[in-house]
């Protein structure tokens, strides 16, 4: 088995075991999982050696989401990961902290764990979380509102295609792998119809 495969196999085993949780009973429009590559940044595309996979899954009343997080294979230092509001092709503001070694947090939100390194040829790394409104970083030019209002639209945005998460290097500050989350819509709802 290559790592990828195992990490592929790990990622499912995560999604399976949010789904055995009655909070997180998957409805349809609840999980979401994604590849991250260079192939995908933006506002360059990138031929990057490093990899990855997310995935999420809200729960049933939208009020938190759990997610898991592995990279491997990045040649310079780790400094951040995120998701995003933004459309494929497109890049978004930060709205959720997964891990950062800025110490840059959203103001008045928890603090994000530490990234581990994943230098080429290394193991892969896995991490995972919990995120609730207490962990939005709002974007008012893209209105996202701070606490639950922010946290509804993030939802919204994973359920309609508009998020993705990405890893940010010291080579790639603005992002190195990155992947879409959910099925684009065009609808105003939080809908998977």
């Known amino acids: 088995m290559t790592p990828r495969t195992t990490?592929?196999?790990?990622?499912?085993?995560?999604?399976?075991?949010?789904?055995?949780?009655?909070?997180f009973a998957d409805d349809g429009k609840s999980m979401f999982a994604t590849n991250l590559t260079g192939y995908q940044?933006?506002?360059?595309?990138?031929n990057s050696p490093g990899s990855g996979e997310f995935a999420a899954k809200v729960n049933r009343d939208g009020t938190a989401i759990q997610w898991v997080l592995s990279y491997r294979d990045l040649p310079t230092t780790v400094l951040q990961s995120h998701i995003?509001?933004?459309?494929?092709?497109?890049?978004?503001?930060?709205v959720l902290f997964l891990c950062t070694n800025l110490g840059n947090g959203p103001a008045g939100a928890p603090t994000p764990q530490a990234?581990?390194?994943?230098?080429?040829?290394?193991?892969?790394?896995?991490?995972?979380?919990t995120?609730?409104?207490?962990?939005?970083?709002?974007?008012p030019g893209q209105g996202i509102a701070p606490g639950a209002a922010g946290f509804a639209a993030m939802v919204a945005a994973l359920r309609n295609g508009a998020a993705y998460a990405n890893v940010h290097t010291e080579q790639f500050?603005?992002?190195?792998?990155r992947g879409a989350l959910g099925k684009p819509q065009d609808h105003g709802d939080d809908d998977n119809d």
């Not at 940044?41 to 990138?46: A, I, K, N, V, Y």
């Not at 500050?173 to 792998?177: A, D, H, L, P, T």
């Open 131 to 139: 995120l609730t409104a207490a962990d939005v970083n709002p974007q």
């Open 41 to 46: 940044e933006t506002t360059l595309t990138l």
């Open 84 to 94: 995003h509001f933004g459309r494929p092709g497109l890049t978004g503001g930060i």
């Open 7 to 23: 990490i592929s196999i790990g990622i499912a085993a995560a999604l399976a075991a949010f789904s055995a949780s009655p909070a």
């Open 115 to 129: 990234c581990p390194q994943a230098p080429v040829g290394g193991a892969t790394v896995t991490l995972s979380g």
């Open 173 to 177: 500050k603005s992002g190195e792998i």
